[in-house]
């Protein structure tokens, strides 16, 4: 995708020009090549060549005094971007050209300020923003301009048209504010008075009867006007190219990725849609005490445009599928997991532990809050995030109590809640570790189980939870491949999960009311453990997969229907 910046002008005499174009090429380093000096001798000629020395001389075709071709390399993406009042490449320079006789003739916005976006697939696109600076020496005291971003994406312009359309407003503003202060010092003159000498006194002398022309260097009282624009056109192109990332899989996104995906746009929109609220909220006040028409329309749209303005691209932090990622600590959370174990010092108890976790009962965690302790549990906390997929685990990190079904993994600050606040607010399923963390050293100092499991009670461990213990227990593993083999065999029972819910909506197998055997048959497993993993385990398949089946079984309703039907005609 290539793409450029252009800044232009309505001249009086002749017509829409341009005054500055940034185009960018790919950056071939040649040692004998000074500074690119050969590139811009080249350039040099071609800009004297193409243009006639009548229009050369025109200040208003001319955008500074400073004539230098400016150029930038950016070495991590091996780009040369090159800002010049013209182009070699014929192709770019009809499109630019183009650009700017419909931007300053023909293409208007209705409402002031807005940009205008036009262009067709052979052609390439456009999106010109107009604005006009002051001049006392104009005709009109003004003169007209417009900023254009040149793409042969349409999609890609589109998706990025408000972020480019700020980063010209942006522009505007600076422009306009300078030349302002030129208008307003050069149309001012001081008087003498005896009236008052400590405050100064100043009328406006009209604006001359003949316009002259001048550059936009002088309006705007910049000399290095030039670099500051290549500069702000440079920074537009890379930052339009690297705003946006696409998650590019190996095949066809996972069950996870994609229930990942979903969570974080769902909470993405409830983040919008709560700092719309919260504007609307915060300036009724002032709407209802204002008379003036079209105030509340005009306020709220107004608040809430520049409060999602203001805010960063969504945050990762802002929502629970995201936080407490097992990447995020790597080592750190995996040794501080094997000190758990060791302190912990039984493994029927870890057993206990995990079984309970993967089937879906709550995990209460309490911990201390000295010093800096805090990270390690989050880090600690994180191990077990990655033993489940992701739409089946709920964090809550918090210091109230809170009812058991909102969350299945809930840290709670020891520090900050009493026991009887915990032990009410659990049941009796739940399971409830302790964790001290040692202020001096960072290492576990107590790990306990103090829901201990019945000494009559004999689990059969599932199939998962020992897959688990034995990649724990083997050292040579690191937290990459620790993590690569969980996510493996996640993907594993994942897959059964999905078959399972598919027999949930077959109507032979609920008309025949499949035994747990039989279940465990279809689904090749032989631990019965292993079905309440599944069966837990379909929380975490996305909405996009139920949906699809869900239609297909209504399709296969219609179908049945529709054979009834025609078999009773």
Known sequence: ????????????????????????????????????????????????????QGKVECKSCTLSSDGTLVSTVDLLTHMLYISSSSTPNQELFKNIRNACVRSLNIEKSTENGQPVLFGDDENGFCLS???????????????????????????????????????????IYWLQHDADET??????????TNLNETIPTYIFRPPPHTPSQRMLSDIVHDSKLI??????????LRTSHSAINESLFDALPTEEQTTKQERKDICENEHLTKHQTRAIVEILPSILTTNKQNYFSTSIYASIDS???????????????LEYQFSSYGNKALQLFKEFIIKLNDIKHLQHILYNWIIGNQLIIKYTNRLDNKEFIRAFASVFRLFLPDGCCHLIETTNPIASCTANLVLFDTDLITTNEIEINHDTNSIIITI???????????????????????????????????????????????????????????????LYFQLGRCQIASTLSLSERQQMN???????????????????????????????????????????TSKIK
């Open 307 to 321: 409060d999602y303005q203001n805010e960063n691209d969504f945050d990762d932090d802002d929502y629970d599928s």
């Open 183 to 192: 208008y307003e010092e050069e149309g001012r003159i001081k008087v003498n």
């Open 436 to 498: 001290i963390v040692d202020s001096i050293d960072d290492h576990i100092r107590e790990a306990k189980l103090e829901t201990l499991p019945l000494l009559k009670s004999k689990i059969i461990v599932p199939t998962y939870v020992k897959m688990i213990i034995e990649a724990l227990n083997d050292n040579s593993l690191d937290d990459e491949a620790f993590e690569a083999i969980i996510t493996q065999h996640k993907i594993k029972y994942l897959n059964k999960a999905k």
């Open 227 to 236: 670099y500051r624009i290549h500069a702000l056109f440079v920074w537009i």
């Open 129 to 171: 923003l107009v604005f006009s600076c002051k001049d006392f020496h104009a005709r009109g005291s003004q003169r007209l301009y417009s900023l254009c971003y040149l793409c042969n994406d349409k999609y890609h312009l589109i998706s990025l048209m408000r972020f480019i359309s700020e980063c010209m407003r942006q522009v």
């Open 522 to 564: 279809i689904l090749n497993v032989n631990n019965p453990n292993d079905l309440l993993l599944i069966r837990f385990w379909q929380k975490g398949l996305s909405q996009s997969y139920k949906t699809q089946i869900r239609m297909l079984k209504q399709d296969d309703n219609q179908q049945q229907q529709q054979q009834k």
């Open 1 to 52: 995708m290539s793409a450029s910046c252009a800044l232009q002008h309505f001249c009086d005499i002749h017509g829409p020009q341009i005054l500055l174009c940034t185009e960018e090429r790919t950056y071939i380093h040649d040692l004998n090549d000074n500074d690119n000096e050969g590139l811009k001798a080249f350039y040099s000629q071609y800009i004297k060549s193409e243009h006639p």
